[in-house]
């Protein structure tokens, strides 16, 4: 049974494997298999540790191993995600500004050349998440807890837009979230008048780069947040847990994937209140 000893490593390496079919499935415009795939590597990242506290297994292999994966899945990932959103505006620019008779003519209209340095604005996500995972590795603070918003909780908040727009937008057959950037292209052309408010709300410079700067700085903000991980069951040990994963599972089944990046805000809104509890506990005199 010495096997099972390597179980979590395992696991971990599973969730690398989602992350790099959630890159080839992102890069050929299929987003919301991307998140889906981050989905699950989110499920087996919350096992690994919980399998290697179990089996007693630790060790300086796992830890690495795991910010290895953990780089790639929550921090490649979510930088690839918003690059391609923001790379579907651009395709909707020029889709826009497209003139047949003046292309026919040589005077093909062109969208400014800066436009297409805005989708790599996206992996500020990635480098910042790699300052995330490499401050958490040498933070001693960080043991129970996280000090700034965890890179799973972030690359599933911005997952969470494909499969939003994926459920509410009227072109869900024909838009890049399930297929090629081609096929955006002919979307585009052919039925970009039929977008809902929330698709062009959300496909746009003015949401995307905020969410990509709000994002990146929580990663690495001095913000004590809790921490989902399981030493017991026990009620007395874990009321704050069991009460936001129960109001998770409320949210999800009330708004669906509109529930995803509520329930992020949520375990924002909780850890800031747990902190404000605890501060008043450590100054009432006893």
């Keep these: 049974m010495k096997w099972i000893r390597h179980l979590p490593n395992a696991i971990t390496s599973g969730n690398l494997f989602c992350?790099?079919?959630?890159?080839?499935?992102?890069?050929?415009g299929?987003?919301?298999?991307?998140?889906?795939?981050?989905?699950?590597?989110?499920?087996?990242?919350?096992?690994?540790?919980?399998?290697?506290?179990?089996?007693?297994?630790?060790?300086?292999?796992?830890?690495?191993?795991?910010?290895?994966?953990?780089?790639?899945?929550?921090?490649?990932?979510?930088?690839?995600?918003i690059y391609q959103l923001l790379s579907m505006w651009v395709l909707r620019q020029a889709v826009a500004n497209f003139d047949l008779l003046a292309t026919l003519q040589?005077?093909?209209?062109?969208i400014p050349a800066s436009?297409?340095?805005?989708?790599?604005?996206?992996?500020l996500v990635t480098v910042f998440s790699a300052l995330r995972l490499a401050k958490f590795n040498?933070?001693?603070?960080?043991?129970?807890?996280?000090?700034?918003?965890?890179?799973?909780?972030?690359?599933?908040?911005?997952?969470?837009?494909?499969?939003?727009?994926d459920l509410h937008s009227p072109l869900r057959s024909n838009t890049a979230l399930g297929n090629s950037p081609i096929n955006a292209l002919?979307?585009?052309?052919?039925?970009?008048?039929?977008?809902?408010?929330?698709?062009?709300?959300?496909?746009?410079?003015w949401f995307l780069i905020p969410l990509t700067l709000i994002s990146s700085l929580l990663m690495v903000a001095e913000l004590p947040l809790f921490a989902l991980k399981f030493k017991n069951f026990r009620w007395g040990d874990n009321q704050l847990r069991y009460v936001f994963l129960l109001l998770?599972?409320?949210?999800?089944?009330?708004?669906?994937?509109?529930?995803?990046?509520?329930?992020?805000?949520?375990?924002v809104v909780l850890s800031i209140i747990n902190n404000l509890l605890n501060k008043h506990r450590n100054e009432v005199p006893r």
């Design 30 to 81: 299929n987003l919301v298999m991307t998140a889906y795939l981050v989905g699950i590597a989110a499920v087996l990242d919350f096992f690994d540790g919980f399998a290697a506290r179990m089996l007693n297994v630790t060790g300086e292999m796992g830890k690495q191993l795991d910010s290895l994966a953990d780089m790639v899945t929550f921090g490649v990932v979510p930088g690839v995600v």
């Design 248 to 267: 998770s599972v409320l949210l999800l089944i009330i708004f669906q994937y509109l529930g995803i990046p509520i329930i992020i805000l949520l375990y």
């Design 186 to 205: 002919v979307s585009g052309l052919s039925g970009a008048v039929n977008d809902s408010d929330l698709f062009r709300f959300i496909i746009n410079p």
């Design 115 to 123: 436009y297409y340095l805005i989708p790599p604005v996206g992996f």
């Design 106 to 110: 040589g005077n093909a209209p062109a």
């Design 138 to 165: 040498i933070d001693s603070r960080q043991t129970d807890s996280f000090i700034g918003l965890p890179t799973p909780a972030n690359t599933i908040f911005i997952c969470s837009i494909p499969l939003i727009l």
């Design 19 to 28: 992350g790099c079919l959630g890159i080839v499935f992102a890069f050929q």
